[in-house]
T-cell receptor, first 113, second 113 residues
Framework: DAMVIQNPRYQVTQFGKPVTLSCSQT?????MYWYQQKSSQAPKLLFH???????NEADTPDNFQSRRPNTSFCFLDIRSPGLGDAAMYLC????????????FGPGTRLTVT | GDSVTQMEGPVTLSEEAFLTINCTYT??????LFWYVQYPGEGLQLLLK?????DKGSNKGFEATYRKETTSFHLEKGSVQVSDSAVYFC????????????FGSGTQLTVLP
């Protein structure tokens, strides 16, 4: 089945230690998104790629970076995680253009110790 | 900017009760509207959508009608089940080729047997 896959499902990192979260998709969608969802809150868009074009939300901290080496994969890098970065990180994809439905992965729960 | 206001939870119902979760939106144009559901520990799943005024989205017994005159998209189900227990998010997307989603704050629904 075509899907959005996130690895790992659970990640523990230390304060200040760089961490990378991974997302892959078999849908061949043009757009990939990263959302941050803190406990009992709505998902908040961090950035998205439309093909190779990177679009950062204005209030996304510089501590968060992203890479998309090819259509299938997209990575979220947190350069120096703080305790406030503990959250669920959701990856989503959409075809783009006039097809706007977003498909979400299961998420990676990040714990910062 | 765009925003979504959702009925605050948590909502607790008995099995077979009628469900309504209110959602209103503010948008500059003509957004598409969505309801997403998030089961514990999982990512978001699209429940239903509507793309223009008076459209009714429906899925798994849930319905919502796009009401432009009242800028609302209330979620309803005639008879809830224990398995419907989850968090429900109302969302909109408007404009741009990547069609970013703006989410409401989410409503926790618990259905008791």
């Amino acid at each position: 089945d075509a899907m959005v896959i996130q690895n790992p499902r659970y990640q523990v990192t230390q304060f200040g230690k760089p961490v990378t979260l991974s997302c892959s998709q078999t849908l061949n969608h043009n757009v990939m998104y990263w959302y941050q969802q803190k406990s009992s809150q709505a998902p908040k868009l961090l950035f998205h790629y439309y093909d190779k074009d990177f679009n950062n939300e204005a209030d996304t901290p510089d501590n968060f970076q992203s890479r998309r080496p090819n259509t299938s994969f997209c990575f979220l890098d947190i350069r120096s995680p703080g305790l406030g970065d503990a959250a669920m990180y959701l990856c989503a994809t959409s075809r783009g253009g006039t097809d706007y439905e977003q498909y979400f992965g299961p998420g990676t729960r990040l714990t910062v110790t | 900017g765009d925003s979504v206001t959702q009925m605050e939870g948590p909502v607790t119902l008995s099995e077979e009760a009628f469900l309504t979760i209110n959602c209103t939106y503010t948008a500059t144009g003509y957004p598409s509207l969505f309801w997403y559901v998030q089961y514990p520990g999982e990512g978001l799943q699209l429940l239903l959508k509507a793309t223009k005024a008076d459209d009714k989205g429906s899925n798994k017994g849930f319905e919502a009608t796009y009401r432009k005159e009242t800028t609302s998209f209330h979620l309803e189900k005639g008879s809830v089940q224990v398995s419907d227990s989850a968090v429900y998010f109302c969302a909109l997307s408007e404009g741009g080729s990547a069609r970013q989603l703006t989410f409401g704050s989410g409503t926790q629904l618990t259905v008791l047997p």
